[in-house]
């Protein structure tokens, strides 16, 4: 067997760090090549700084305006995609795909592949429909959604809000064409014994709005009145750095190390003994649909993660009792559960033990075995 994976954004992996879209990429992947299943990668060139295999096709883009390129770009990967002799395909969606949609596969300007697959990760499209060229662009969107989805053999997406979402109302996709799989997660790596005696509380990742960060830092201010000897740790880029970096420079206990890989956190002794892995998304429509990669990431480092009740984590993966929430946006809250964790005794003297369960149970050669096993029904019903 041979699946094709289409990352069709000339863009894809040009930002300075890795970030969520990156690090799912790899994981799919990584588990797919894991299932000893042949696969050919076709994305742009900057994923070979994070992904060495032999066998990408690097597509190069044009220069010139982001929303050329990101057609031409799209173009290219899915007349390659159409054309080659794999198994099944299996696109990433993307804008330049989605506003390709109409003009390709509905008017067969490009052959649709055989055996095509779409994963869906995100539901953001309706957020432009805020003025009359937003609601053109909506309008645009949702019928390129229609066209796409529906001219597929089946549709992978991360959450079960995101199959309701595609599965109702203006799409009404069939569900038995759509399989859930979640994010998996690295291997176990554990954490550094040569840990400081300072509890951590660290957060990974991108930093953008999403994440609610004032709340996080009013909360470890509240945190410090009844524990001393506790620090909040930083890792990442994104629009929030400069409030994160001044926040830093006011308080001896925020550290900011600025960009980070996962590796990093256990190579350079961020992630030590008695770490906590912070989520705090704030409440709003994606953080519903979303599948959080870095719960298994903080999680393989053997900390317990503390995630807002924004997110709706999927009901059939057993945390283990190494997750805690809090009430999205208040500080007063997520003080209180940081200090109850901090204080579980017995969860930290298990944490190891139940961190390497978790973990391997929820790998990504795990979720791609599942993936190749929809891939082959729908193929053969189709």
Same mark, same amino acid.
């Given at each position: 067997m041979k699946i094709t994976y289409v990352l069709p954004d000339p863009n894809f992996a040009s930002a300075k760090g890795k970030g969520g879209r990156v690090s799912h990429a790899l994981g799919v992947i990584n588990g797919i090549e894991k299932n000893n299943i042949d696969i050919q990668v076709l994305g742009e060139k900057n994923i070979s700084r994070f992904y060495d295999g032999k066998n990408i096709r690097y597509i190069e883009g044009i220069s010139g305006g982001y929303l050329i390129n990101t057609l031409i770009y799209?173009? $290219?990967c899915l007349t390659i995609s159409s054309t080659n002799d794999s198994d099944a395909v299996l696109i990433r969606k993307s804008v330049g795909t989605l506003l390709l949609g109409i003009l390709t596969f509905n008017f067969r300007l490009i052959k649709s592949p055989k055996?095509?697959?779409w994963e869906v990760n995100g539901y953001t499209f309706e957020n432009y429909n805020t003025n009359i060229f937003g609601a053109a662009l909506y309008n645009l969107s949702v019928l390129a959604h229609k066209i796409l989805l529906r #001219? =597929?053999?089946? &549709?992978?997406?991360v959450s079960d809000a995101l199959k309701e979402k595609i599965s109702s109302? &203006?799409? =009404? &996709?069939?569900?038995e064409k759509i399989i859930v799989i979640p994010n998996g997660g690295p291997s176990w790596k554990g954490f550094k014994k040569e840990e400081k005696k300072a509890s951590k509380l660290i957060f990974f990742g991108v930093l953008q709005s999403y994440n609610d960060f004032s709340c996080v830092i009013e909360a470890f201010k509240l945190l #410090? @009145? #009844?524990c001393s000897n506790v620090e909040l740790h930083f890792c990442g880029y994104g629009k929030e750095e400069g409030f994160i970096e001044e926040e830093s420079r006011m308080d001896k206990d925020i550290y900011f190390w600025g960009s980070k890989v996962f590796d990093d956190l256990y190579n350079e002794g961020i992630a030590t003994k008695k770490s906590i892995g912070l989520i705090p998304l704030k409440e709003i429509g994606t953080s519903k649909i979303l599948s959080p990669i870095k719960m298994f990431e903080y999680i393989a480092l053997g900390m317990p993660i503390i995630i807002s009740n924004a997110a709706k984590l999927p009901n059939d993966i057993d945390m283990k009792g190494l997750n805690f929430t809090y009430e999205a946006g208040n500080n007063i809250d997520l003080a209180r559960v940081i200090e109850e964790v901090l204080e579980n005794n017995s969860m930290w003297e298990? &944490? @190891? =033990? $139940?961190s390497k369960t978790l973990v391997n149970e929820n790998n990504w050669t795990n979720r791609m075995e599942e993936m190749i096993k929809f891939i082959n029904i729908k193929s053969v019903s189709n």
């Amino acid at each position: 067997m041979k699946i094709t994976y289409v990352l069709p954004d000339p863009n894809f992996a040009s930002a300075k760090g890795k970030g969520g879209r990156v690090s799912h990429a790899l994981g799919v992947i990584n588990g797919i090549e894991k299932n000893n299943i042949d696969i050919q990668v076709l994305g742009e060139k900057n994923i070979s700084r994070f992904y060495d295999g032999k066998n990408i096709r690097y597509i190069e883009g044009i220069s010139g305006g982001y929303l050329i390129n990101t057609l031409i770009y799209a173009y $290219k990967c899915l007349t390659i995609s159409s054309t080659n002799d794999s198994d099944a395909v299996l696109i990433r969606k993307s804008v330049g795909t989605l506003l390709l949609g109409i003009l390709t596969f509905n008017f067969r300007l490009i052959k649709s592949p055989k055996n095509l697959f779409w994963e869906v990760n995100g539901y953001t499209f309706e957020n432009y429909n805020t003025n009359i060229f937003g609601a053109a662009l909506y309008n645009l969107s949702v019928l390129a959604h229609k066209i796409l989805l529906r #001219k =597929s053999q089946g &549709i992978y997406v991360v959450s079960d809000a995101l199959k309701e979402k595609i599965s109702s109302g &203006i799409f =009404s &996709i069939n569900p038995e064409k759509i399989i859930v799989i979640p994010n998996g997660g690295p291997s176990w790596k554990g954490f550094k014994k040569e840990e400081k005696k300072a509890s951590k509380l660290i957060f990974f990742g991108v930093l953008q709005s999403y994440n609610d960060f004032s709340c996080v830092i009013e909360a470890f201010k509240l945190l #410090k @009145e #009844k524990c001393s000897n506790v620090e909040l740790h930083f890792c990442g880029y994104g629009k929030e750095e400069g409030f994160i970096e001044e926040e830093s420079r006011m308080d001896k206990d925020i550290y900011f190390w600025g960009s980070k890989v996962f590796d990093d956190l256990y190579n350079e002794g961020i992630a030590t003994k008695k770490s906590i892995g912070l989520i705090p998304l704030k409440e709003i429509g994606t953080s519903k649909i979303l599948s959080p990669i870095k719960m298994f990431e903080y999680i393989a480092l053997g900390m317990p993660i503390i995630i807002s009740n924004a997110a709706k984590l999927p009901n059939d993966i057993d945390m283990k009792g190494l997750n805690f929430t809090y009430e999205a946006g208040n500080n007063i809250d997520l003080a209180r559960v940081i200090e109850e964790v901090l204080e579980n005794n017995s969860m930290w003297e298990n &944490i @190891e =033990s $139940k961190s390497k369960t978790l973990v391997n149970e929820n790998n990504w050669t795990n979720r791609m075995e599942e993936m190749i096993k929809f891939i082959n029904i729908k193929s053969v019903s189709n």
